[in-house]
């Protein structure tokens, strides 16, 4: 089941659940990027929408993408790859140290 979020003209929602969501137009905005990219980085599958909205982490990885392409030069297929990759490394950091954590 798909989470719908209450309609605003804001570019703040929030959702049924208690959750912020974002505009597009606010995501292109902060991250200085054009909603044409947002709605690439969507169709792409890159970034998570809910209908035409955002969580605030979707917002922080445009930024991640972008400071990546322009940084070090990487094209968006390896940005969002070194994303996907820190992301795995951070949850396996998590559960490694549950498990060391557990006595013996």
Known sequence: MTEQPCTSLSTIVISFRGEQ?????????????SITVVQLYVQ??????????????????????KRLRQDLGLNLVGAAMVLDMSQEISQLRARLKVYQSRPL
């Open 44 to 65: 792409l599958g890159i970034i998570e929408a809910i209908g035409n909205l955002l969580h605030l982490r979707e917002i922080a990885r445009i930024a991640q993408l």
């Open 21 to 33: 969501l974002y505009t597009f137009e606010y995501a292109a905005s902060v991250t200085e990027t």
